[in-house]
């Protein structure tokens, strides 16, 4: 009789299980994990189910059982819905319209961002008393490396995961889904196989053969863009990649292919790392004299973002919120923030975030002030940087840090963007530059 080593997400209970068993022995439940590595894995990532549509029903006991949108507000598309809302095809991003005519009976509700920000927080604090390493991603998801734990839990990590799953959903109200493997990529991607209320493992012995047959924008980071370059190469399959020879990816899409390889085999070497401080980078500018246009602004926005750059690539930093800060002559602050899908500390990148916020705030204000400043800081890993996943940001990036490297041998003003250069002799220019560091929020 062979078998295998099962945790019951019920009643918590663990041992070994005969192949021929599906059941909980301890309690009947069929909500039983089981898998051979299922006691060795411990990098996780966890996200809330349906964030937003669940705790609004949580709220409202009312709405149990009906089809709930969370959207509508200023920006006019559908935040999330409920997993009953999803059966009539709503999906996050579409026009609130659109869903409406796809579900006419869907309760509407507008986005209450301090409370799931307050839920949010919670389930982090409860994250935080599992492991030192909790790394969020977004408001409603993190990763935690619970290598190591196994002697302060007297518990393995997939039971510690059980446990807190089963936690925030008695204590507040909602449920997760886990993903549980060997690296943050296939965590990941684990989390997303079973939901909602969900457990999913992926073991080191099956990695490549789960990944085979899945489409390479599984892959994070592939785009529309070069999934569409893969797929006229004939690459469709993350299996195809598998069955290339390395050297033909890198010498195709130089590194962009070496990574391509390593995240179809499911390698990946990324720490999770704990930003415990929600920490904050930012340089703003005060100008002699007030702007209104564009051009001027955005010139002023270009010299920000390059050296906000700089000091996150001195830092090995990147970032992945991008907020732009602008003061009009009546001292009125508006702050607009982007978030990005790939964390950056590119100039460019940062550029062009930033240009795309300013552009919607040329209304005719007159502007005392512009800051560029990035949230949601991580420490980027030496020799692989996010940016080289993607060709067109990879082309952007190698071009920047050649530049970069000019200047560390000859100096800042070694090599100036076009847009920047001015004469030497020209009287005005912008007031003080502010530099700022601290805690987001
Ligand atoms: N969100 C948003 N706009 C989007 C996507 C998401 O405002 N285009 C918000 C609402 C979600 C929350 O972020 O509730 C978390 O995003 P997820 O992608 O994790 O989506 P959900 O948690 O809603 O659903 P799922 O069960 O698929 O994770
Ligand atoms: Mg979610």
Known sequence: ??????????????????????????????????????????????DCDAFYASVEK?????????????????????ATCCYIARQSGIRSAMPMFQARKLCPNA???????????????????????????????????????????????????????????RDIQNV???????????????????????????FAVIGQAETLDFLAPKP????????????????????????????????????????????LARLARGQDVRR???TREEKSVSSETTFNHDLSTFEPLSTELLRLCERLSERLKAKKLTADTVTLKLKSTGFRLRTRARHLMIP??????????????????????????????????????QGDPSD????????????ERAMDHVRGRFGRDAVVRGKLYRPKTEPTGPGPTDETEGKAR
């Open 344 to 381: 950056t500390q590119l100039a460019n990148i940062l550029y062009e975030t930033g240009q795309q916020l300013l552009a919607r705030e040329i209304d005719g204000t007159a502007y005392r002030l512009i800051g560029i400043g990035v949230s949601g800081v991580h420490n980027a890993l």
């Open 216 to 259: 390479i924008s599984l892959i994070y980071g592939v785009g529309k863009v070069l999934t569409e370059t893969l797929r006229r190469d004939g690459f469709v399959t993350i299996g195809q990649l598998q069955q290339h020879p390395d050297e033909d990816l890198m010498r195709r899409y130089g590194e962009t292919g070496a990574r």
């Open 107 to 165: 309760t509407i509700i507008k986005p209450n961002m301090a409370k799931y920000v307050g839920i949010s927080r919670q389930i982090r604090a409860m994250m935080d008393t599992l492991t030192p390493l909790v790394e969020p991603l977004s408001i409603d998801e993190a990763f935690l490396d619970l290598s190591g734990t196994e002697a302060v839990h007297r518990a393995p990590p997939v039971l510690v995961l059980a446990r807190l799953a």
């Open 272 to 274: 999770i790392s704990s």
């Open 388 to 399: 080289l996943l993607e060709p067109a940001i990879a082309r952007k990036a190698a071009a």
């Open 1 to 46: 009789m062979t078998t295998q080593a099962f945790l019951c997400r019920d009643c918590l209970a663990i041992g070994k299980i005969a192949n021929s068993i599906d059941r909980c022995p301890t309690c009947g439940s069929p909500r039983v994990l089981r898998h051979p590595e299922l006691l060795k894995l411990s990098v996780a990532h966890i």
């Open 172 to 198: 507040l109200g909602i449920t997760v889904s886990v993903g549980l493997s060997h690296n943050k990529f296939l965590a990941k991607i684990a989390s997303d196989l079973d939901k909602p209320r969900g």
């Open 58 to 78: 949580r709220d409202n006991p009312e709405l149990a059982g009906k089809p709930v949108i969370i959207g509508g507000g200023t920006r006019g598309v559908v």
